[in-house]
Protein backbone atom coordinates (compact mmCIF):
# COMPACT_ATOMS: atom_id res chain seq x y z
CA UNK A 1 0.00 0.00 0.00
CA UNK A 2 1.49 3.43 -1.33
CA UNK A 3 1.89 5.76 2.03
CA UNK A 4 2.22 9.71 1.44
CA UNK A 5 4.03 11.67 3.70
CA UNK A 6 4.19 15.64 3.47
CA UNK A 7 6.08 17.76 5.19
CA UNK A 8 7.46 21.31 5.27
CA UNK A 9 4.85 23.68 6.77
CA UNK A 10 5.06 25.67 9.46
CA UNK A 11 4.22 29.19 10.22
CA UNK A 12 5.25 31.92 8.30
CA UNK A 13 4.42 35.51 8.03
CA UNK A 14 2.60 37.56 4.77
CA UNK A 15 5.08 37.49 1.73
CA UNK A 16 7.48 34.89 2.96
CA UNK A 17 7.83 31.82 1.46
CA UNK A 18 7.40 27.56 2.20
CA UNK A 19 8.39 24.78 0.24
CA UNK A 20 6.46 21.35 0.84
CA UNK A 21 7.81 18.11 0.13
CA UNK A 22 5.60 14.84 -0.35
CA UNK A 23 7.17 11.68 -0.01
CA UNK A 24 5.52 8.04 -1.45
CA UNK A 25 6.58 4.37 -0.36
CA UNK A 26 6.64 3.42 -3.67
CA UNK A 27 7.66 4.60 -7.31
CA UNK A 28 4.50 5.92 -8.29
CA UNK A 29 4.79 9.49 -10.34
CA UNK A 30 5.23 7.78 -13.32
CA UNK A 31 1.76 6.46 -13.42
CA UNK A 32 -0.22 9.20 -12.45
CA UNK A 33 -0.49 12.95 -12.14
CA UNK A 34 0.04 13.97 -8.74
CA UNK A 35 -0.92 17.38 -7.00
CA UNK A 36 -0.99 19.37 -4.07
CA UNK A 37 -4.80 20.14 -1.77
CA UNK A 38 -5.43 21.64 1.15
CA UNK A 39 -8.26 21.90 3.02
CA UNK A 40 -8.41 25.25 5.66
CA UNK A 41 -11.01 24.41 8.58
CA UNK A 42 -14.60 24.96 7.82
CA UNK A 43 -14.00 24.80 4.28
CA UNK A 44 -13.83 21.29 1.39
CA UNK A 45 -10.39 20.00 0.49
CA UNK A 46 -9.20 22.04 -2.87
CA UNK A 47 -6.82 20.74 -6.10
CA UNK A 48 -4.04 23.60 -5.78
CA UNK A 49 -1.29 22.78 -8.15
CA UNK A 50 -1.19 19.67 -10.02
CA UNK A 51 1.82 17.98 -12.34
CA UNK A 52 1.79 14.83 -14.70
CA UNK A 53 3.85 12.04 -15.98
CA UNK A 54 4.84 14.24 -18.86
CA UNK A 55 5.81 17.05 -16.61
CA UNK A 56 2.58 20.05 -17.65
CA UNK A 57 1.29 21.63 -14.95
CA UNK A 58 -1.49 23.54 -13.25
CA UNK A 59 -2.36 25.62 -10.38
CA UNK A 60 -5.71 27.17 -9.08
CA UNK A 61 -6.24 30.65 -10.34
CA UNK A 62 -5.81 31.38 -6.36
CA UNK A 63 -2.59 30.25 -6.35
CA UNK A 64 -1.35 30.84 -9.96
CA UNK A 65 2.48 33.04 -10.03
CA UNK A 66 2.89 32.22 -6.26
CA UNK A 67 3.09 28.45 -6.31
CA UNK A 68 4.69 25.94 -8.46
CA UNK A 69 5.20 22.42 -8.53
CA UNK A 70 7.63 19.90 -9.16
CA UNK A 71 8.86 16.59 -8.70
CA UNK A 72 12.24 14.21 -8.06
CA UNK A 73 11.52 10.74 -10.07
CA UNK A 74 14.42 9.49 -8.59
CA UNK A 75 13.90 10.16 -4.65
CA UNK A 76 9.87 9.53 -5.11
CA UNK A 77 9.13 13.25 -4.16
CA UNK A 78 6.70 16.15 -5.05
CA UNK A 79 7.49 19.36 -3.67
CA UNK A 80 5.32 22.84 -4.03
CA UNK A 81 7.53 26.17 -3.65
CA UNK A 82 5.16 28.68 -2.22
CA UNK A 83 6.39 32.17 -2.42
CA UNK A 84 4.47 35.28 -1.38
CA UNK A 85 1.84 33.97 0.57
CA UNK A 86 -1.26 34.91 2.14
CA UNK A 87 -3.21 34.68 5.18
CA UNK A 88 -5.62 33.09 2.96
CA UNK A 89 -3.19 30.54 1.94
CA UNK A 90 -3.69 28.94 5.71
CA UNK A 91 -4.40 25.36 5.47
CA UNK A 92 -3.84 21.47 5.61
CA UNK A 93 -1.51 20.60 3.07
CA UNK A 94 -1.73 17.37 1.04
CA UNK A 95 -0.76 15.65 -1.82
CA UNK A 96 -2.48 12.75 -3.88
CA UNK A 97 -2.93 11.47 -7.06
CA UNK A 98 -5.09 13.94 -9.20
CA UNK A 99 -7.47 14.37 -10.44
CA UNK A 100 -8.39 10.97 -8.62
CA UNK A 101 -7.23 10.42 -5.17
CA UNK A 102 -6.15 7.07 -5.85
CA UNK A 103 -4.18 6.36 -2.61
CA UNK A 104 -4.92 7.11 1.43
CA UNK A 105 -4.40 10.50 2.47
CA UNK A 106 -1.15 11.29 4.91
CA UNK A 107 -1.23 13.44 7.94
CA UNK A 108 -0.64 16.32 6.12
CA UNK A 109 1.32 19.29 6.40
CA UNK A 110 -0.04 22.89 8.16
CA UNK A 111 0.96 25.98 6.83
CA UNK A 112 -0.16 29.05 8.50
CA UNK A 113 -0.01 32.44 7.16
CA UNK A 114 0.27 35.32 9.55
CA UNK A 115 -0.87 38.86 8.80
Known amino acids: QVQLVESGGGLVQAGGSLRLSCVASGNIFSRYAMGWYRQAPGKQRELVAS???????NYADSVKGRFTISRDYAKNTVYLQMNSLKPEDTAIYYC?????????WGQGTQVTVSS
Open 51 to 57: IGSGGAT
Open 96 to 104: NSSPLTRYS
